[in-house]
T-cell receptor
Framework: GENVEQHPSTLSVQEGDSAVIKCTYSDSASNYFPWYKQELGKRPQLIIDIRSNVGEKKDQRIAVTLNKTAKHFSLHITETQPEDSAVYFCAASPGGYQKVTFGTGTKLQVIP | DTEVTQTPKHLVMGMTNKKSLKCEQHMGHRAMYWYKQKAKKPPELMFVYSYEKLSINESVPSRFSPECPNSSLLNLHLHALQPEDSALYLC????????????FGNGTRLTVT
């Protein structure tokens, strides 16, 4: 089955700095890569996703890049704000919609 | 505004109790999921229903029994649980096609005493 590794497990940045979270996956059949943000005590929410036919996608301060050859994808958050503080999960899905494998999570702390 | 509604928000039950968790969505999604999440861990898939039929059971113990009465509702029946089953139980839904994001409910915080 799919295995998704995520680094770092914790990340502290100053407000206004950039944050980068990296994930690798093992199954070359995976072709859908969502990122979820989970604030303390709340539900995971999709913040951005990318499909394998695209190398990069951007939505305001958030961007995701995908390198299919190396089987890794990354989340980039620019101009971080305190409200970006949360746990971020990357995930990979092999085309079918039913099985999504999550990474282990990154706890991001943005220091004002 | 949560599009997937779960009840109850919190549940405390003894090991001999029988209880049910409920989930409802009105987004027209034909895939519904139960996930279990322990503290500081990612969500862990338990069951998937596709078009009201159980399509995936991730080797979940029989003390957890899912039910999908219709395309909008998903239940999880609990019986004879163990303290280690204490966790956040998340319901999610998605379109039944590849590349569809999960829409999670706010979860039920379950404590087994």
């Amino acid at each position: 089955g799919e295995n998704v590794e995520q680094h770092p497990s914790t990340l502290s940045v100053q407000e206004g700095d950039s944050a980068v979270i990296k994930c690798t996956y093992s199954d070359s059949a995976s072709n859908y890569f969502p990122w979820y943000k989970q604030e303390l005590g709340k539900r995971p929410q999709l913040i951005i996703d990318i499909r394998s036919n695209v190398g990069e996608k951007k939505d305001q301060r958030i961007a995701v890049t995908l390198n299919k050859t190396a089987k890794h994808f990354s989340l980039h958050i620019t101009e971080t704000q305190p409200e970006d503080s949360a746990v971020y999960f990357c995930a990979a899905s092999p085309g079918g919609y039913q099985k999504v494998t999550f990474g282990t999570g990154t706890k991001l702390q943005v220091i004002p | 505004d949560t599009e997937v509604t779960q009840t109850p928000k919190h549940l405390v039950m003894g090991m001999t109790n029988k209880k049910s968790l409920k989930c409802e969505q009105h987004m027209g999604h034909r895939a519904m999921y139960w996930y279990k999440q322990k503290a500081k861990k990612p969500p862990e898939l338990m069951f998937v229903y596709s078009y009201e039929k159980l399509s995936i059971n991730e080797s979940v113990p029989s003390r957890f029994s899912p039910e999908c009465p219709n395309s909008s509702l998903l239940n999880l029946h609990l019986h004879a649980l163990q303290p280690e089953d204490s966790a956040l139980y998340l319901c999610a839904s998605s379109q039944a096609r590849g590349g569809s994001p999960l829409h999670f409910g706010n979860g039920t915080r379950l404590t087994v005493t």
